[in-house]
């Protein structure tokens, strides 16, 4: 049963449009959500992060929205670059109850292609 | 700056092999999480360490295990190893002093199970 689902596998956009990737949970412990960029053969490196007293958090081009009550959380890319295209992870967070570390719980990904 | 360093980078073993993989986070960072990400698959939480215990445990198997050593580097041990072993293995780390949520992936072992 997967807590965290990313129903689009994969995007096209055009450069210089809006990128709109949609992610979905299923858990309310979850307090912390990030999303993560992933090219081959690299790991995953952060993007962009939003506590769950927010709606939305902003970081230059990126933007990450969350509406608690449907338990969804999108990110969007203003404007596209061809640079963006990667695995676009979203990743929610509870505390670890053992102690102060937290586990991420990912999403299946979705390939986001930018077309020059 | 520095990263998180995983090695080996390749790695090909045989059916019921052992293999170690290392993971080496990155400077005061006092956790580490370990994920296993199949073909085609999402990462998937494997086990975690802070303050060198083990403080939580995910889909890891049994044939598995790992560790936490007093420099902080970490190892993760997989005996018997399975075809369905093969896969991409992470290691992250992260501060909680910082309070940082983030976690900083390294760029992963491929295992590949003949």
């Known amino acids: 049963d997967q807590q965290v689902k990313q129903n689009s596998p994969s995007l096209s956009v055009q450069e210089g449009r809006i990128s709109i990737l949609n992610c979905d949970y299923t858990?309310?412990?979850?307090?912390?959500f990030l999303w993560y960029k992933k090219y081959p053969a690299e790991g995953p490196t952060f993007l962009i992060s939003?506590?769950?007293?927010?709606d939305k958090n902003e970081d230059g081009r990126f933007t990450v929205f969350l509406n608690k009550s449907a338990k969804h959380l999108s990110l969007h890319i203003v404007p596209s670059q061809p640079g963006d295209s990667a695995v676009y992870f979203c990743?929610?967070?509870?505390?670890?109850?053992?102690?102060?570390?937290?586990?991420?719980?990912f999403g299946s990904g979705t390939q986001l292609t930018v077309l020059p | 700056a520095a990263g998180v360093i995983q090695s080996p980078r390749h790695l090909i073993k045989e059916k019921r092999e052992t293999a170690t993989l290392k993971c080496y986070p990155i400077?005061?960072?006092?956790?580490v999480y370990w994920y296993q990400q199949g073909p085609g698959q999402d990462p998937q939480f494997l086990i975690s360490?802070?303050?060198?215990?083990?403080?939580d445990k995910g889909s890891i198997p049994d044939r598995f295990s790992a560790q936490q050593f007093s420099d902080y580097h970490s190892e993760l041990n997989m005996s018997s190893l399975e075809l369905g072993d093969s896969a991409l293995y992470f290691c992250?780390?992260?501060?909680?002093?910082?309070?940082?949520?983030?976690?900083?992936f390294g760029s992963g072992t491929q295992l590949s199970v003949l």
């Open positions: 939003i506590s769950s007293i927010k």
């Open positions: 990743a929610a967070s509870t505390l670890i109850s053992s102690g102060s570390a937290r586990q991420l719980t």
């Open positions: 360490f802070y303050e060198k215990m083990q403080s």
């Open positions: 858990n309310s412990m979850f307090d912390y």
């Open positions: 992250a780390s992260s501060s909680t002093d910082r309070a940082n949520e983030k976690l900083f």
């Open positions: 400077p005061r960072h006092d956790t």
